[in-house]
């Protein structure tokens, strides 16, 4: 008997339908224009651009421009590259405009999609972000896509790390700009701490289009981006600590796998206590409950968690004696990437490589709280349905299902479960080889660089050719993934998430003609590539014949989308393809989530060695402890996002101020209110209202008003004065300290002590700010002790860190009131003596990038020869090489 939701399903179609049929008129309307557009030339289709942006710019809806915008933008498209949008992908186009998330298949081609929502927002000349994952798609998406925005007269630009300034500022101020989500980040923070106006990039929070959304703002969402600086050095603390943490046996401490957290025990604490006393890190009488312990204990925590939970090759690697993380979510590596809190110098302590100094934050912000700046977000991806809910409580983006150009053909197999790894490898590499020996083409998908490493000394014993793409190789990457496709090729990868390059049956023709030219650059580029389209027919047949790609997983991942990502490669554009599942009991989430019952059921049952469990019980087991997995990192991230929610309010205040005083010409007026708030605090503070005469404070008041002001005036005699209160007394100070810095402008010049004003404002608010975050991120890291106190952590976090920011805010009236109090033109003598030390500094500086004489040289012989060493005599080692090389002599010649 049908449910009542069913029934209800059948009779009016579920939500995602009704959206799907909502665009069917517009789609129409677009393909009615079709013969009219096709009919323009390519400066009618340019003009076309113009005439758009004008009404754009007058107040048209964008919703009343789309289907001639799309219209425009299909035909653009058509003659630059010769691909014609299908029907679903103007649709996918329409719901990434309304500002919602479209789930597309691999395949379906949303790189093109997103050019046609893109154009039309950008019509109102804000520019338009398009978000991809690494820079390598941005940098591809950029150039390939810019033929079509070239096409209908837009601009486009790429934005990419250690890009020179000019030409960043230059992408930013294109109608369409590529980037990765960690360079837009960056760059919103460096804005935030730059001085002149006309240096800031991102001018517009406009419209963003997110690439691989999911793997963007859920799984690199857990850790906000930071800019820091260096501070002192505690090398050697980590490197003591590090000799103790291998002397702790298992009963020191306590490993929760569920929650990746480590604690030590009672006796771990005073097994610590013993060897940190012996090695002189702890005073002696202190133990390490002290609260003057607290830096102590949480660096041994750190060190703790870099052996226990961290694990070369799967968490990092060691690159040229430098610890470099990688991507869980994409097997990729991330340079320049660095663990805070100290963890990353517990791990090169560890591993013995040089320790880099900790970092102060100066700034932070979540990739949360940096997307949701953008006016309308959207985002494009394979696999979201598995997280709508947290796309629309944390972001507000629905999730709208795009139906495939053609139907699905992959095969999605039941999972197969073993009880031991061993028996599961072995049935793994026995499918590859039935897979190759029939021409199919196996993707096989691994958890980290270790297990695929593993896999590929198994299939080299077999004899089974194949190549392995992790983060070691990612510079082959997209030639790895090009060749996946091929005839009996063997792929072995860890996460394939958002990989940006298409597995396409029998190859990629794009790479094999440009392979071809390259090893003929005599021959003709057209002939070669009609060849090889016509000999790659074939192999796509042979290809589609052996059963299409295979995509072999031989583990589930904790997230159900990553696994449907992966499932994804196969099956792209209606080609036939299989996947399957191949899984032991020994695997980390079988292992964590309740395997024991399930092992000893299976035992019961009398399972033969070899022999796998295939049921859908299984896999509804399965998709429930993922499930779980899920929504308890949702939970990790909703509470990180609530406390820097807090935050977040008061960055916006400060970046806010800041903007407005870079935009600001003149700020006398607001150094004047700061200057006056001063007076009335001290005023309020040594004179309180209805207090009595003889209960002021009047030679606190004068000495405070000299620091503060700079003015010498006589206070405590005005208070003497008859039928004077603190009204009198404030007007006065008034008075005096604006015509006090009233001269002193005159004295710089009115343009000079603007420029003056703003810069020290900005500077100010600088340091103060970053005091600010250090002091939260202690503030953070205490305050859950709170909870065992019955006390709600998030609400003190609150409380306290807006008690500290309207501390900073004070602050910050006092100290620029004071600086500008204390600053003075210099004399001449000063001027001439400035100048001389910067001269003598010059002139030091020069002698020592002078290369230093050789003690053992000896001139040159009289018959010399530059091409007879043996006439040289002795040069120095630092000297110019007598070869005429133009290299010092110790680079060429004299190179031990």
């Not at 009488?285 to 003057?292: F, H, K, S, V």
């Not at 004003?757 to 953070?780: C, F, S």
Request: include cysteine.
């Amino acid at each position: 008997m049908l449910g009542i939701g069913t029934i209800a399903k059948k009779v009016f179609g579920t939500p995602n339908d009704r959206k799907i049929k909502a665009t069917r008129p517009i789609i129409e309307q677009i393909n009615a224009l079709e013969p009219e557009y096709e009919a323009k030339s390519d400066e009618e289709l340019i003009a076309k651009t113009r005439e758009l942006q004008e009404r754009a710019k007058s107040g048209e809806p964008l919703d009343a421009l789309l289907p001639e915008a799309f219209a425009n933008v299909r035909e653009g498209a058509k003659r630059a590259l010769g691909l014609r949008a299908f029907d679903v992908q103007l649709m996918g186009g329409i719901f990434l405009h309304e500002g919602n998330i479209a789930e597309m298949k691999t395949g379906e081609g949303k790189t093109l999609v997103a050019t046609f929502p893109a154009y039309l927002n950008a019509l109102t000349g804000k520019g338009v972000h398009i978000v991809t994952v690494n820079d390598y798609l941005a940098k591809r998406d950029a150039e390939w896509m810019g033929k079509v925005y070239a096409h209908v007269g837009m601009t486009t630009g790429v934005v990419y790390p250690q890009q020179p300034e000019v030409e960043k500022l230059a992408a930013y101020g294109c109608d369409v700009t590529y980037a990765t989500n960690n360079e837009l980040g960056f760059d919103y923070l460096r804005d935030n701490m730059k001085s002149e106006l006309k240096d800031v990039c991102q001018k517009h929070h406009n419209f963003a289009i997110v690439d691989e959304v999911d793997s963007i703002l859920i799984d690199e969402a857990r850790t906000p981006l930071i800019i820091s600086g260096p501070s002192q050095d505690r090398s050697e603390l980590y490197r003591v600590i590090d000799k103790i943490i291998p002397e702790l046996s298992p009963e020191h401490y306590t490993l929760d796998e569920k929650t990746k957290n480590v604690t030590y025990t009672d006796e771990g604490n005073e097994f610590l206590e013993e060897r940190l006393l012996q090695y002189e890190l702890l005073p002696e009488g202190q133990n390490l409950y002290d609260p003057e312990s607290t830096t102590l204990v949480h660096h041994i925590n750190q060190g703790l968690k870099a052996h226990v939970l961290f694990h070369k090759d799967k968490d990092y690697i060691v690159r040229d004696g430098q610890i470099v993380l990688i991507d869980e979510f994409t097997g990729r590596m991330m340079h320049g990437r660095r663990l805070s809190d100290g963890l990353h110098q517990a791990i090169e302590a560890k591993e013995d490589c040089q320790i880099q100094p900790e970092n102060v934050t100066l700034a932070s912000v979540t990739f949360q709280n940096y997307f949701r700046l953008y006016d309308k977000l959207s985002g494009m991806t394979g696999t979201a349905l598995t997280e709508a809910e947290e796309f629309l409580e944390i972001y507000g983006l629905g999730v709208v299902e795009v139906p495939t150009n053609l139907p699905v053909a992959r095969i999605d197999e039941h999972d197969q479960v073993y009880r031991t790894n061993a028996e599961k490898l072995q049935a793994v590499i026995d499918e590859i080889r039935a897979s190759h020996e029939k021409g199919q083409p196996v993707l096989v998908g691994t958890t980290s660089i270790e297990k695929s490493e593993q896999l590929s000394q198994l299939l080299n014993k077999e004899g089974l050719p194949h190549n392995v793409l992790n983060a070691r190789q990612h510079e082959q990457e997209a030639q790895i993934v090009a060749d996946a496709g091929k005839l009996g090729a063997i792929t072995i990868a860890t996460n394939m998430a958002g990989r940006g390059t298409d597995i396409k049956l029998g190859g990629n023709v794009e790479f094999k003609v440009m392979e071809a030219i390259a090893a003929d650059p005599e021959g003709d580029p057209e002939v070669i590539r009609a060849t090889i389209e016509a000999q790659h027919k074939d192999d796509e047949e042979a290809v589609k014949a052996a059963g299409g790609l295979y995509v072999l997983a031989t583990e589930r991942h904790e997230s159900r989308r990553i696994d449907n990502q992966l499932r994804g490669r196969s099956g792209r554009q209606g080609d036939p393809g299989k996947s399957s599942f191949f899984l032991s009991l020994e695997d980390d989430l079988m292992r964590i989530f309740g395997s024991e019952r399930l092992d000893s059921m299976l035992k019961k049952l009398g399972m033969k060695e070899g022999e796998a469990i295939v049921h859908p019980w299984v896999n509804k087991s399965l998709e429930r402890a993922q499930a779980k997995v899920e929504g308890r990192n949702f939970d990790i991230r909703k509470q990180l996002l609530k406390f820097d929610d807090v935050m977040n309010d008061q960055r916006k205040v400060i970046f806010g101020q800041r903007r407005e005083i870079m935009e600001a010409a003149d700020l006398s007026e607001v150094v004047q209110d700061m200057r006056h708030e001063v007076v009335d605090e001290l005023v309020d503070q040594y004179m309180p209202k209805k207090s009595y005469a003889d209960q002021w404070e009047t030679e606190k008041l004068y000495a405070d008003v000299i620091k503060h002001l700079g003015i010498d005036v006589p206070v405590i005699d005005w208070a003497d004065e008859e039928g004077v209160d603190d009204d009198d007394v404030r007007e006065r100070l008034y008075k005096a300290s604006d015509e006090f810095m009233a001269k002193k402008a005159a004295d710089f010049g009115a343009e000079n002590m603007r420029m003056i004003e703003k810069q020290l404002l900005l500077q100010t608010i600088d340091g103060k700010w970053r005091d600010h975050l250090l002091t939260l991120e202690h503030l953070r890291s205490v305050v859950g002790f709170r909870g065992y106190a019955q006390r709600d952590p998030l609400n003190e976090y609150k409380n306290e860190a807006f008690q500290l920011f309207e501390n900073l805010l004070n602050g910050l009236r006092e100290e620029v009131t004071e600086k500008l109090s204390q600053i003075r033109p210099l004399t001449q003598e000063e001027q001439q003596a400035m100048m001389q030390q910067m001269l003598a500094q010059q002139a030091a500086q020069q002698k020592a990038a002078a290369p230093a004489p050789d003690a053992d040289r000896t001139p040159l012989v009289a018959d010399f020869d530059e091409s007879d060493p043996t006439t040289w005599g002795n040069p120095g080692r630092n000297e110019p090489c007598p070869c005429g090389s133009g290299k010092k002599f110790k680079h060429c010649h004299g190179a031990l």
